[in-house]
């Protein structure tokens, strides 16, 4: 892909332009306006942030038991939010989920952070990415930011404006929708997969004015989780057809026909309170970054390239402008007695 303004957009080094674009042009202007604290670049608007069990599946095959696989259970917090302004209706956003899972040994990805005892997932209400590359995504985010504005390259890239508006859906609940990661991971030597996470059954709740509310996903979620738990399914698919499961354009979609989603993991809610004094705040000072990994899950592709550059630039300058420290936790948050 590339736009009419190809030969003015700097992206023949997209990692370090899309560092630019934005950390020091998206966060550095609300940082200028006076934004306190400091909000993440992108998915500022939180609905809530709640605790949770991964739970790995029993006889699971030998094959499968790779990396977080091969643990029977971790704690783990969930950031559920949407990729908007924080006083936004929650109606027509895009909705993602951070996953931290706690007690994870080894080496991880992310410079500076080898010794830390977590690992991060990363996903949304899509299975697909809206730009192939990482050069793609640094010449949709230019037009947007700099060049002609962003109904200029979608007026000549139909596909993403397709998948943008896909994207953009009106849930009833954060359980509602069924999370991705769109892009690909390794699985150990030689395999990749994409990971998916769906609440197999939701059980009705009345259902709020999201026309009066702009913040029902938070009262919805609230709500379920005081009612009791709730368990979240984490399958993979597993790669079968390279030819037509590319790791590097990331607008394919892998087919479920021929990579049906696999059921490895749970995750379970326990019954909580989202609102329990601290608890949105802990999750707000967490950093989600898919290279906060461990080398069997490496992430795979430009994009995801990209992002282990932005993502770190991007919590490291929230943390110091907030005053939290650009560490991992050692340990997860516990209930207050």
């Not at 590359?133 to 397709?162: I, N, Q, S, W």
Request: hydrophobic residues 40%; aromatic residues 8%.
């Amino acid at each position: 892909m590339s736009s009419d303004h190809a030969h003015d957009c700097p992206c023949a080094d997209p990692i370090t332009q899309l560092r630019q674009l934005f950390v020091n042009k998206t966060m550095g202007t609300r940082i200028n306006a006076g934004q306190d604290p400091v909000r993440r670049a992108v998915f500022l608007k939180p609905h809530g942030g709640a605790k949770a069990t991964w739970w790995v599946r029993p006889h699971l095959p030998a094959e499968l038991r790779v990396g977080l696989l091969a643990y029977d259970q971790l704690a783990a917090w969930l950031r559920f939010s949407s990729d908007t302004v924080p006083f936004a209706s929650d109606l027509g956003t895009t909705l993602g989920v951070g996953i931290k899972l706690f007690g994870v040994h080894g080496r991880k990805l992310l410079t500076g952070e080898e010794a830390a005892l977590t690992h991060d997932l990363v996903l949304q209400n899509y299975p697909v990415f809206f730009v192939d590359t990482a050069k793609d995504m640094c010449e949709f985010t230019y037009e947007g930011l700099v060049g002609d504005g962003y109904d200029a390259y979608l007026a000549k890239h139909p596909k993403t404006r397709k998948i943008l508006d896909l994207m953009q859906q009106n849930l009833a609940s954060v359980f509602d929708a069924v999370y991705w990661s769109g892009l690909p991971y390794a699985f150990g030597q030689g395999r990749y997969v994409k990971y998916r996470l769906a609440l197999e059954a939701l059980n009705p709740q009345p259902p709020g004015n999201p026309q009066l509310n702009p913040n029902f996903l938070h009262d919805d979620l609230r709500s379920r989780l005081l009612a009791g738990p709730i368990d979240l399914h984490f399958s993979i698919q597993l790669r079968t057809n390279p030819k037509l499961m590319p790791l590097d354009a990331a607008t394919v979609e892998w087919s479920s026909e021929l990579a049906p989603p696999l059921h490895v993991a749970t995750l379970t809610l326990p019954q909580q309170d989202i609102d329990a004094p601290g608890q949105a705040a802990y999750v707000e000072n967490l950093a989600f970054n898919p290279w906060h990994a461990l080398p069997e899950h490496a992430p795979v592709g430009s994009i995801s390239e990209a992002r282990k550059v932005v993502y770190q630039a991007s919590a490291e300058l929230r943390r110091q402008r907030n005053g939290i420290p650009i560490v991992e936790p050692r340990q997860p948050r516990h209930d207050l007695t």
